[in-house]
């Protein structure tokens, strides 16, 4: 059986349980294990040994930890990062969950990192940077991994939106991780494929 790659699209901290607990390390915890045997699962049924990251807040650092998680199960995963621009990270905290700390050490446990663009500082060019970096990711895969709620990505704004639509429009399957909060704690609820 032939080797797949998969990449991942999701929200940020504050879009996935708020700003109070989006940056709390033991929020994500049971997730990440949840996401992990989902991952393992992907490995045993189709053969999905390559997986790809976009290095951002939230979700990519997320499905990133579950990834090395993997590793230490499974032989031959690589864990790649594709970075929209350098310095991505510039305006991030120093140190805590999702900082600068986080990002580097991310950066060199990477078994490779993919810059897409230098260095940029205008608005507009960072927002087309990180479109531009999910469709790179996609186009690299044999599908999406997306965590969204619900099935609103259709019509709504957004980047893990728009990635997912480009997807459907490119004839990528998405599976679509479904996810609720409870107790603070993000809980994963169901996969529901698209093709």
């Known amino acids: 059986m032939n080797t797949k790659t998969a990449c991942f699209t999701g ?3 504050k879009n996935i349980l708020g700003y109070a607990y989006g940056y709390n390390p033991k929020s994500y915890e049971p997730f990440i294990i949840q996401l992990k045997d989902y991952l393992r699962h992907l490995y045993d049924t189709q053969n999905v040994t390559t997986f790809i990251t976009g290095g951002a807040q939230g979700f990519d650092q997320i499905a990133f930890q579950a990834v090395e998680l993997l590793k230490s199960e499974r032989t031959g995963i ?3 990062v594709y970075v929209p621009f350098k310095g991505q990270e510039r305006q991030w905290k120093e140190t805590g969950m999702f900082s600068q700390t986080e990002y580097h050490a991310m950066i060199e446990k990477a078994d490779a ?4 663009r ?3 500082y205008d608005s507009s060019a960072i927002m087309k940077a990180l479109f531009d970096r999910n469709h790179k ?4 895969s044999d599908f999406v991994i997306a965590l969204y709620k619900d099935d609103t990505w259709l019509q ?11 997807a459907k429009k490119s004839k990528k399957p998405i599976e679509q991780i479904i996810y609720s909060v409870t107790n603070n704690e993000i809980v994963m609820n ?6």
Do not use: D, F, H, S
């Open 11 to 13: 929200p940020r901290p």
């Open 190 to 195: 169901g996969v529901k494929t698209w093709q």
């Open 156 to 166: 709504a704004k957004g980047g893990t939106a728009e990635c997912m639509r480009y």
């Open 137 to 140: 990711m996609l186009q690299a």
């Open 113 to 116: 990192v993919k810059y897409l």
């Open 78 to 80: 690589k864990n790649i």
């Open 118 to 120: 230098q260095e940029l």
